[in-house]
């Protein structure tokens, strides 16, 4: 987002340095900042909400039976993909793929700090919580901190599956389920065995 000029018939837009040298103060410019900042997070709000909606929508067509095969397999490949198996900030629910090296996080979108371990979300620091999350206290650091890390999500993103595929996806859908979506639960190191979620079938969810 940036401040167009106003000189009719010119296109070109201000840079945050343009703008913090032509302001007449420090109070000015920290002024114009927080704006920018509040009319990036209404429509980061907006886009949410209409996402949010169309959800609701997909899930609404699924519970009343009005999707097809190809359509329910398809949403159910997009949550699990999408998901379950992305890791997202808690707050806002922006993407991210891996930690820089610091397990307390925070998100490039709403600027939340969050662990990367467990997820909190913890306010504007999540440095005080990480020291103490009981996820991290669960796993040994003998391979190496982001080893065990790795290992740690990996172990989260198969309950979650296999969860999601026992309790939302119906009997006959799930090992269907399972083979469109295989490819992705080998790039992020899960395994589920189609065989395995049939074996433990809970009863069928009324959809």
């Not at 401040?3 to 343009?18: I, M, N, R």
């Not at 997909?58 to 999408?82: A, M, P, V, W």
């Amino acid at each position: 987002m940036a401040l167009s000029c106003s000189v009719h018939g010119c296109d070109a837009l201000w840079t945050h340095a343009e703008l913090a040298a032509a302001l007449q103060s420090d109070a000015h410019f920290a002024d114009y900042v927080a704006k920018l900042t509040a009319t990036a997070e209404c429509e980061r709000a907006n886009v949410l909400s209409v996402r949010h909606c169309a959800e609701l929508e997909q899930q609404r067509r699924l519970l009343s039976g009005e999707l097809t095969r190809d359509e329910t397999l398809g949403l159910h490949k997009r949550h699990i993909e999408e998901k379950l198996l992305n890791l997202h900030c808690p707050r806002c629910t922006t993407v991210f793929d891996a930690n820089d090296g610091c397990f307390a996080l925070t998100c490039g979108s709403c600027r939340t700090g969050f662990c990367a371990w467990c997820l909190l979300d913890c306010g504007p620091d999540a440095h005080k919580h990480v020291g103490t999350c009981a996820l991290l206290k669960q796993y040994s650091k003998d391979a190496g901190v982001e080893a065990t890390w790795t290992l740690c999500h990996r172990a989260r993103r198969t309950a979650l599956v296999s969860e999601y595929v026992r309790s939302r996806v119906r009997a006959e859908l799930r090992p269907d389920v399972l083979r469109e979506v295989a490819g992705t639960l080998r790039r992020v190191g899960v395994e589920i065995a189609i065989q395995a979620v049939a074996a433990r079938m809970l009863p069928s969810p009324k959809v």
